[in-house]
């Protein structure tokens, strides 16, 4: 279980994040929901490593990822991947070579080795059977394995985004915002992916400011106002309650 203890972030003076609790079991998909500067992705730079903690604790599967020696790069090993908001391709390259980046902790002591066209991780067994995997989910990526990732549409970026993520066999899945600039059914359709993922024991955390779309597919769900969490509870219990029903999902 990742489990976020009464953390908080500050940027210099700012404090981003404010005692958070949350927690996400393997099989479960929880949303942690709110505006701008709510805290979302404070929150989820944080697990992974990518700002320090000043209070609290972040543990996944009994292992501290917070305090002295911790590191982004130790966080990912130990199985927690981020989708983070923006995607952040590499817009240059193909749409394979940006999934096999997605593996390269795992299996190349350098890019060259991974990337080279004659590259012997290139073509190592268990890269083809994550590759696959990824285009499994995502049938288009497939046929544009060979188009440079800058070139995709918004939607098929956020497709490969996810997917580098899940060249690393994540067992703990963090995306955050992917519906940001999408259509509404486009959104919906890569939301929907998330609930196959789940049904192979990831865990995932969704940051996602609309609502709507994120308690379809969750099961559970945290809402963040200035850095603190302010109500927590099912999927449903979030889109029977009157508060959310008014400040969150446009609902008088």
């Not at 990742?2 to 996400?24: C, I, K």
């Not at 956020?158 to 992917?178: T, V, Y």
């Not at 919906?188 to 998330?194: G, Y």
Request: no cysteine.
């Amino acid at each position: 279980m990742l489990q976020v203890n009464e953390v908080s972030v500050f940027y210099g003076r700012v404090q981003a994040v404010r005692r958070a609790t949350v927690q996400v079991a393997p099989g479960e998909i929880v949303t942690v929901l709110g505006g701008n500067g709510a805290g979302k992705s404070s929150l989820l730079s944080a697990i992974v490593g990518l700002v320090p903690t000043v209070h609290g604790e972040v543990s996944w599967d009994g292992q501290r990822l917070d305090g002295p020696g911790s590191s982004a790069h130790r966080i990912a090993r130990l199985g927690m991947a981020l989708v983070p908001e923006g995607r952040q391709l590499l817009s240059t390259m193909t749409v394979r070579d940006n999934l096999l980046v997605g593996a390269y902790q795992h299996h190349a002591r350098s890019l060259r080795d991974l990337l080279g066209p004659v590259g012997r991780l290139a073509r190592h067994q268990g890269l083809q059977q994550r590759l696959e995997r990824v285009f499994d989910l995502f049938p288009r990526l497939s046929e544009r394995q060979g188009q440079l990732a800058g070139s995709l549409s918004g939607g098929e970026q956020q497709m490969l985004a996810i997917g580098r993520a899940l060249m690393a066999s994540p067992r703990a899945l963090l995306l955050d915002e992917p519906s940001i600039g999408l259509a509404p059914n486009l959104a919906r359709e890569i939301l929907q992916q998330l609930v196959g993922l789940r049904a192979d024991g990831l865990a995932i955390l969704l940051v996602e400011q609309d609502a709507h779309a994120a308690l379809r597919v969750a099961d559970r769900g945290y809402v963040m106002e200035t850095g603190r969490v302010v109500a927590e509870g099912t999927a449903k219990e979030l889109l029977s309650s009157e508060r959310m029903r008014r400040a969150y999902l446009g609902i008088a």
